[in-house]
């Protein structure tokens, strides 16, 4: 069941390129592009590949696992709309992409499992 925002947070506004991203998180699914030739993970979507600069691109899922590089722990929401505390963290994907995550559910036993350097996330 698709959950709907709360009232005034500000929502993406996909492109075509980045539409297949989007469908994904609506679906509950991590998804991301993969070069077919040399086999990088693209992060943010691209129109050719970061690594080699082919442009045989597809849309994978991503197992979602990985290692917390970094988080902040955020007290003064940058719009009204979010409740505050939530956390900004780095995540560096099994995969081998970093990644932008924010989360304000992680609390309790799950931010100590993150504090363990491992997390993941569906
Ligand atoms: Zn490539």
Redesign the pocket.
């Known amino acids: 069941m698709m959950k709907r925002p709360r009232p005034g947070i500000p929502l993406p506004h996909p492109t075509p390129l980045s539409k297949p991203h989007w469908d994904g998180a609506r679906e509950g699914r991590l998804r991301v592009q993969k070069?077919?030739?040399?086999?990088?993970h693209?992060f943010i979507p691209q129109p050719c590949?970061?690594?080699?600069?082919?442009s045989r691109l597809e849309w994978v899922v991503s197992s979602g696992r990985g290692t917390l590089y970094s988080y902040t722990v955020v007290h003064r929401p940058q719009q009204p709309a979010f409740e505050v505390p939530y956390a900004v963290a780095v995540v560096l994907l099994e995969e081998g992409w970093h990644m932008l995550d924010l989360d304000r559910h992680r609390r309790g036993q799950d931010r100590d499992r993150c504090r363990s350097r491992s997390c993941s996330r569906r």
């Open positions: 070069c077919l030739d040399c086999g990088i693209v590949c970061t690594g080699c600069m082919g």
